[in-house]
């Protein structure tokens, strides 16, 4: 399974650090996805992370201002979220499993999923 944690509260232009931790399984054996869901709309993906450090891709909301990262030791994985806006409130989502490239931002295609983890950016 997969726990997701590090949400709150932020200022706009703040940064933030999500954790997805992994257990009963290889993270570093699996892609890994992050994706988040507003209220009213669909669940929209961010990043994904090919296994073992491999390709990494970000959707254009996440391009520039987002970036992801591993500690195999820990077999966990992190969001790390910078110059944060107000339009990024969200439950924010991890998800690991082995989707083929075309489907990489399909959320169907992800075989573990973390709980969620809110997401606040106001002043």
């Known amino acids: 399974q997969l726990q997701a944690s590090g949400g709150g509260l932020v200022e706009p232009g703040g940064s933030l650090r999500l954790s997805c931790a992994a257990s009963g399984f290889t993270l570093n054996s699996y892609a890994v996805a992050w994706f988040r869901q507003a209220p009213g709309k669909e669940r929209e993906g961010l990043i994904v992370?090919?296994?073992?450090?491999?390709?990494?891709w970000y959707s254009d909301s996440a391009k520039g201002r987002f970036t992801i990262s591993r500690d195999s030791a820990k077999n966990t994985a992190y969001l790390q979220m910078n110059s944060l806006k107000t339009d990024d409130t969200a439950v924010y989502y991890c998800?690991?499993?082995?989707?083929?490239?075309?489907?990489?931002?399909?959320?169907?295609?992800?075989?573990?999923w973390g709980q969620g983890t809110l997401v606040t950016v106001s002043s």
């Open positions: 992370s090919r296994s073992s450090g491999g390709q990494t």
């Open positions: 998800a690991a499993g082995s989707p083929i490239l075309s489907t990489r931002w399909d959320y169907r295609a992800y075989r573990y």
